[in-house]
T-cell receptor, first 114, second 109 residues
Framework: DAMVIQNPRYQVTQFGKPVTLSCSQT?????MYWYQQKSSQAPKLLFH???????NEADTPDNFQSRRPNTSFCFLDIRSPGLGDAAMYLC?????????????FGNGTRLTVT | GQNIDQPTEMTATEGAIVQINCTYQ??????LFWYQQHAGEAPTFLSY??LDGLEEKGRFSSFLSRSKGYSYLLLKELQMKDSASYLC??????????WGAGTKLIIKP
């Protein structure tokens, strides 16, 4: 089945220690998104790629970076995680932007910062 | 600013009907989505409305009134597995997705 896969499902990192979360998709979608979601809150868009074009949200901290080496893979790098970065990180894809394509989410990576 | 309002939490009984409301104030409107999110899992797509009226899909229906900035999700014949959060999200004039914080639905036997 075509899908969006995130690894790992749970990630524990130490305060200040860089961590990378990964996402892959078999849907061949042009757009890949990274969201941060804290408990009982709305998902917060960090950035998205349309093909190789990177789009950063204005309020996304510099601590968060992303790479998309090819259509299928996208990475979220947190350079120096703080306690406030503990959250669920959701990767999503869509066929396009500028239309009503629904998002297809991966299962998320729950990040704990110790 | 842009705003989506949903009740924080609702409780309903197995087999009953529940309506989850969503009101929105956004810069433009290009449709409204409902997603279901079980605890610790990713959101899954339920419905999309862009025209006024009711869209029925099995036990779930979604209603939209653009003039009132209002939508609801109606769940019938509730099952225990329907216990989840239900997120309302609106596409604004720039096709940016504005999310509500979600309504946590608790189903009791």
């Amino acid at each position: 089945d075509a899908m969006v896969i995130q690894n790992p499902r749970y990630q524990v990192t130490q305060f200040g220690k860089p961590v990378t979360l990964s996402c892959s998709q078999t849907l061949n979608h042009n757009v890949m998104y990274w969201y941060q979601q804290k408990s009982s809150q709305a998902p917060k868009l960090l950035f998205h790629y349309y093909d190789k074009d990177f789009n950063n949200e204005a309020d996304t901290p510099d601590n968060f970076q992303s790479r998309r080496p090819n259509t299928s893979f996208c990475f979220l790098d947190i350079r120096s995680p703080g306690l406030g970065d503990a959250a669920m990180y959701l990767c999503a894809t869509s066929g396009s932007t500028g239309d009503n394509s629904p998002l297809h989410f991966g299962n998320g990576t729950r990040l704990t910062v110790t | 600013g842009q705003n989506i309002d949903q009740p924080t939490e609702m409780t309903a009984t197995e087999g009953a009907i529940v309506q989850i409301n969503c009101t929105y104030q956004t810069s433009g409107f290009n449709g409204l989505f409902w997603y279901q999110q079980h605890a610790g899992e990713a959101p899954t797509f339920l419905s999309y409305n862009v025209l006024d009226g009711l869209e029925e899909k099995g036990r779930f229906s979604s209603f939209l009134s653009r003039s009132k900035g209002y939508s609801y999700l109606l769940l019938k014949e509730l099952q225990m597995k329907d216990s989840a959060s239900y997120l309302c999200a609106v596409l604004d004039s720039n096709y940016q997705l504005i999310w509500g914080a979600g309504t946590k639905l608790i189903i009791k036997p």
